[in-house]
């Protein structure tokens, strides 16, 4: 049975037990990477002198112990991480405030946390969510940025406005499906809604004998359903994603579509898939980044 710590700022300092243990852990393996380089040009050393130079057993059983030792300790570290990982959904599920589960869940700070609030980024998609503290990101560095720059964007782009950008890019596939997923949802509930139902006006300070006709009525709960944030969000996606496309030279189009087919990072692979030059995908992927970012406003 899982031992839940009585309150949230407990939970959090449990927590962050598990990444200072991934911390150590890493700091441990770095050393025994520097350890086996040591080793190997050590014996490099003593192979190439000639024989009667010396003998390598002594310096190389010290540093073999040492690996040992180390190796033995991480496994023991990794043993303490996996069950503290174990515990980690259980704890996160046990916290009663959204915020602070939202936290913890996401490794959102406080400061992502109150842009994604202002700017109703917070969804209970975990792909849209992640994509809100991206957003947030971008919101947090142009603020900076305009503030240190008197109100100017600094003419390189952002590392975060670049990340996002291409996120856009590599989902956006996904994110029309989606969309247009949700648009035939708001016309099934337009068909389909109860057309018999009529809202009384008297609980909006009305009259009660206007009452609201059945298409009135199916067309407000149809434009409230395309009115949540996350769909108005996945609008925004797939809206400047065509504004893009639209602007693009053919041979940029069709890297953007091998973008879609094959993955983005591999601009070897992408240029046979068009065929042309590594130097002409890389170009035409930053001409796509830079002409989403000035649509998405975050670049100038």
Known sequence: MVMVPSNNQDKIKYLKRYITLDREIDRKLEE???LRSKLTRVTEVFTAEPKGGGSIRGKTEGIIAKIV??????????DRLISIRDNIKAIIESVEDDRERLLLQYRVSRAQLAV????GLIQNDADLTRTG????????KIGERKKKGGGEVMARMPAEVWRFCVE???LYPLYEAQYFE???NAETMYLHSDGDKTIDPTKAGGKASSPISPIEIRYQAMES????????????????MKDVMRGLEPDELEVLRAVWEI????????ARQVSTSKTTVARNKRTIVKRLAVRWGLWQ
């Open 168 to 170: 856009q890019v590599k």
């Open 263 to 270: 993955g983005w990072r591999d601009n070897e692979a992408l």
């Open 225 to 240: 359903y395309i009115e949540q944030p996350y769909i108005k969000y996945l609008a925004k996606c797939v809206a400047r």
């Open 182 to 184: 949700e648009l035939k």
């Open 116 to 119: 994604m609030n202002k700017k």
């Open 69 to 78: 030792d180390l190796e033995r300790e991480i496994d023991a570290d990794i």
């Open 32 to 34: 025994v990477a520097r």
């Open 133 to 140: 503290v991206l957003v947030a990101d971008v919101y947090r």
